[in-house]
């Protein structure tokens, strides 16, 4: 390559570019002194050690994580001209970390000065018989000092160009590849090595994600311009033959069916060997709860074909869980829920829970049954029983709902699913007459979730669609009415920590019927309590019967915000607002306006989750709403 200009001297080829390019880690290189032992050293020598002239607070920063003067400042010196020979051992290291950030021309030197007594300071008198103590014990004076780092770090050279190259290719087309600057080489800016490095594990991963699985780097070739205070790099790899999926061999699952777990394989025999179709596989099975870890790998070595064998360890994990857990608001009282679930029932990762919920006024038993992977990848067929007994301030209810459907993820955060459902229910209502409801519904969702915590989600947001038509009997008259019923919920972070949150969240809920009558008390639409309005008891937003308990309506609205903030530790707290409106008609008309409620709280951030304590305020309550509605959970609201 040409000089362009460079006189005899100036132009430096980097012989040994690993030292010149490699990023260090704390401790860096240089001759590194062995502590040395001394039984009763002459002298003592506390210091405070700095840098001067560091070009930036992150060289500065990885400066004090990897000199020694740092490093062994605690332990002090046993003489200034030991700490000198520290101190000046440091200047390597210190050369190896300017470059690593494109600093190849640093002068660097070392100050090594004690500190003279105060003339001004009052002698203490313990002080004194301390150090007449150790002096005659010859342990010698204690001396104060500094070291400090001198930098004069120059010009930062810049990466003027970087190239990439494939070598001794044959005989498959080679890979594509783009210019370095697609993946992420500082072309035209400081040449910092991590960025340079960066580029080059990018273009290799590209080169591996086209099938050339067992690609290397081979070489990378630099010239310094010293008269320009330039840079450039060029990159080889070597890819090798492109290389295919072959067989799956599965170690370690004996209780779980091979079959079942090869249906999560995202490619077919043949397809061209990845690391990201791999780590796609390994993330689907341990996502399916069989399996305390999971690695999928190839031969470390290419074989002499284009085809490798995939083998799959995984350590099976316990299949049967039991769970519990507690809740308490001022309507509602305590409740318990206890659950037992079997997650490998026939072999193939079916699930079988049974849950217990009971609380003063309601109690439950629902038995539910999920197989996954069903006819297809990413298809889940699901049933379920539940009895229930509710003694509730709209109504008193005994009742029982079987459920059949299908579930499909379409896309990491998209679900859709659909099925049917037979609902019976005896109902007793003071007002409005006791009837019985027979209902068949064929109930459709759409799930979107786009946040990244279940229980605590600081980021992203959710929705959730319902659409079921019912048809039945009702109170001996046959009945068909639409239920839609749609939530959704956005959080946004106010730090970099996402420890202060903004969560809103909102809700929107129709029934087109003839009347409120055609619809069964089960399948109206309610707001108020822990997870809607707080502030209001639990189904207390909207109309109130004759009898000042809560008759439910077509339809329904919602919106909510609250801050959540850091207060110390791991406890937090919330402000909110909530408002809601319920109307018997089928789109809120808001005649009777929104009932709102504001409050705050507390958020201890355990390793289950967030546990919760709310208190709520109806602002503009009616004579039948409370002063204030406290709410105990775990997870947040919403």
């Not at 100050?111 to 018989?129: G, I």
């Not at 069916?257 to 397809?271: I, N």
């Not at 605590?456 to 068909?480: E, H, L």
């Not at 390793?607 to 602002?619: A, T, Y």
């Amino acid at each position: 390559m040409n000089a362009r200009n460079a006189v005899p001297g100036q132009l430096l080829r980097c012989a040994a570019l690993a030292l010149l390019l490699l990023p260090l880690g704390c401790g860096g290189g240089g001759d590194f002194e062995e502590p040395v032992a001394f039984e009763a050293p002459e002298t003592t020598v506390e210091y405070e050690a700095a840098v001067e002239g560091a070009p930036s607070e992150e060289i500065e920063a990885l400066l004090t994580q990897s000199l020694l003067i740092f490093l062994r400042q605690e332990e002090g010196a046993q003489s200034l001209a030991f700490l000198r020979r520290r101190a000046d051992g440091d200047i390597a290291t210190a050369q190896q970390i300017l470059r690593s950030y494109g600093y190849y021309r640093p002068t660097i030197t070392t100050r090594v000065e004690e500190v003279p007594p105060d003339p001004e300071a009052e002698p203490q008198e313990d002080v004194a018989e301390e150090a007449s103590e150790e002096t005659s014990e010859d342990e010698g004076a204690l001396i104060e000092a500094t070291a400090t780092l001198l930098i004069d770090a120059g010009q930062a050279f810049t990466l003027s160009r970087h190239t990439f190259a494939i070598d001794g290719f044959a005989p498959s087309p080679a890979p594509a590849l783009g210019p370095a600057e697609a993946y992420g080489a500082p072309i035209g800016r400081p040449a910092v090595a991590a960025e340079i490095l960066g580029a080059e594990a990018g273009a290799l991963q590209a080169i591996r994600e086209q099938g050339y699985f067992y690609a290397e780097r081979t070489d990378r070739d630099a010239v310094a311009d010293l008269e320009e205070a330039t840079i450039e790099v060029d990159t080889s790899f070597e890819t090798g033959r492109i290389h295919r999926f072959g067989d799956v061999t599965i170690i370690g699952a004996p209780s779980v069916d091979t079959d079942y777990l090869l249906t999560y394989v995202p490619w077919e025999e043949g397809d061209l060997a990845t690391r990201a179709l791999m780590t796609e596989y390994q993330q689907a099975l341990l996502a399916t709860g069989l399996f305390r870890s999971g690695i999928v790998t190839i031969p470390d070595e290419p074989p002499e074909g284009e085809i490798v064998p995939v083998t799959v360890t995984v350590e099976e994990a316990p299949f049967r869980t039991v769970s519990a857990g507690v809740r308490f608001d001022t309507d509602e009282g305590p409740g318990v829920r206890g659950s037992l679930e079997h997650r490998n029932l026939l072999g193939a990762n079916e699930r079988l829970r049974l849950t217990l919920d009971a609380a003063a006024d309601e109690q439950s038993i629902e038995l539910t049954y999920r197989k996954p992977q069903f006819l297809r990848n990413k298809q889940e067929f699901t049933s379920g029983l539940e009895l229930r007994r509710v003694e509730d301030d709209a109504f008193d209810e005994l009742g029982a709902t079987l459920t059949v459907g299908i579930n499909r993820t379409l896309t990491d955060r998209w679900t859709v699913g659909g099925g049917g459902l037979i609902e019976f229910s005896s109902i007793e209502d003071d007002v409005e007459g006791d009837a019985d409801a027979l209902l068949f519904g064929l109930p459709a969702f759409a799930d979107f979730d786009g946040s990244n915590d279940l229980l605590n989600p600081t980021r992203g947001g959710r929705a959730r669609f319902n659409v079921t038509p019912f048809m039945g009997t009702f109170d001996s008259d046959f009945v068909t009415f639409l239920v839609l019923d749609a939530t959704g919920s956005y959080y946004q972070p106010l730090d970099e920590a996402e420890r202060w949150v903004v969560a809103t969240r909102g809700r929107l809920g129709s029934i087109p019927s003839g009347s409120l009558g055609d619809v069964p008390q089960t399948r109206r639409l309610y707001s108020g309590g822990s997870g809607s309005v707080r502030g209001f008891a639990e189904d207390f937003v909207g109309p109130i019967g004759p009898d000042n308990d809560p008759t439910g309506g077509r339809s329904v609205f919602e919106a909510g915000v609250e801050l959540r903030f850091p207060i110390f530790g791991d406890l937090g707290g919330v402000v909110f607002v909530d408002s809601g409106a319920v109307t018997e008609d089928p789109v809120p008309t808001f005649d009777e306006g929104l009932q709102v409620a504001a409050g705050g709280g507390f958020r201890y951030y355990s390793p289950v989750g967030p546990i919760r304590l709310d208190v709520g305020v109806p602002l503009n309550g009616r004579d039948v709403d409370d002063s204030f509605q406290l709410y105990i959970s775990i997870g947040q609201a919403f």
